[in-house]
């Protein structure tokens, strides 16, 4: 189950990471147009001056050439080393101010400060870890939240009818979208073991709320994705009340009228 999770995570930021670079190489492109518009007359490139070349005369020619003396002086160069004097015992007493003001001691950084390892780490992390850091981030706080919606669900109707009611929601065609997690929540259900009916809702949960923290265009409404997110968490807080009213769910709307999610 949690390398499933992981696998719809990493997929799903995939393909908005993908329609990301998409959409910038879209505005590039139409940035370059917008220039040339703007711009018709290209700068032509500059050919390199050389500079013309004499040619010598016939008497230059002739002439041989005249050699040229470099002096080289070989005088000594005196460098001036600095004296390594002894420790007095008032330069030991000094020594602990200076290193406490001079940054650098003995050749040696001194050590960085949690600010300056908090900002060296968050250089070294790659593009991809805190695009995925912020989208489980996110996830989580859509998961959070469909939580404590389905608390509330439950305290205000009832564990029998809110998970009638949420049952009834999943099957409406707002939800279709998410079909796959409610065939596996049915059959679940069908076997009658509570902790896997608990299990699917749960997953089911998690990957609504990760629809919910798309910011994609291609992305799913994201009010009704949360909607069906706080619907399998009713589930997942009361599996037994679905295995009692596994008939309250509907497969499609009623033909007395159009039929509402509870969330509306």
């Known amino acids: 189950m949690a390398k499933e999770m992981v696998f719809d995570d990493a997929r799903?930021?995939?393909?908005?990471?993908?329609?990301?670079?998409?959409?910038?190489?879209r505005?590039?492109?139409?940035?370059?147009?917008l220039k040339r518009r703007q711009h018709p007359i290209a700068l032509e490139p500059l050919a390199p001056r050389v500079p013309a070349v004499r040619e010598p005369s016939v008497g230059e020619a002739a002439s041989p050439a005249e050699p040229v003396a470099i002096e080289i002086s070989h005088a000594p160069v005196a460098i001036a080393l600095p004296v390594v004097g002894?420790?007095?015992?008032?330069?030991?007493?000094?020594?602990?101010?200076?290193?406490?003001?001079?940054p650098v001691s003995n050749g040696e950084a001194s050590p960085a400060t949690p600010s300056r390892q908090a900002e060296r780490t968050g250089r070294g992390r790659s593009r991809r870890e805190r695009d995925v850091a912020e989208f489980r981030e996110r996830r989580d706080r859509q998961v959070?939240?469909?939580?404590?919606?389905?608390?509330?669900?439950?305290?205000r109707n009832g564990e029998a009818k809110a998970?009638?009611?949420?049952?009834?929601?999943?099957?409406?065609?707002?939800?279709?979208?998410?079909?796959?997690?409610?065939?596996?929540?049915?059959?679940?259900?069908?076997?009658?073991?509570?902790?896997?009916?608990?299990?699917?809702?749960?997953r089911a949960c998690r990957g609504a709320a990760a629809d919910a923290a798309r910011t994609s265009r291609k992305a799913p409404d994201a009010d009704t994705a949360l909607a069906v997110a706080s619907a399998y968490a009713v589930i997942a807080r009361a599996p037994?009340?679905?295995?009692?009213?596994?008939?309250?769910?509907?497969?499609?709307?009623?033909?007395?009228?159009?039929?509402?999610?509870f969330w509306r």
């Open 12 to 25: 799903a930021l995939r393909r908005e990471q993908r329609e990301a670079r998409i959409s910038r190489k």
């Open 27 to 33: 505005e590039r492109r139409e940035a370059r147009a």
């Open 86 to 102: 002894a420790v007095t015992p008032e330069k030991r007493e000094a020594a602990p101010e200076a290193a406490a003001t001079d």
């Open 144 to 155: 959070t939240e469909a939580r404590v919606e389905a608390r509330e669900q439950i305290a």
């Open 163 to 202: 998970v009638s009611d949420a049952l009834a929601a999943l099957a409406h065609p707002e939800a279709f979208p998410w079909q796959r997690h409610r065939e596996r929540l049915t059959e679940a259900i069908a076997g009658g073991r509570i902790p896997e009916i608990g299990a699917a809702a749960r």
């Open 240 to 261: 037994w009340a679905a295995v009692k009213g596994r008939r309250a769910e509907r497969s499609s709307p009623t033909p007395g009228g159009q039929q509402r999610p």
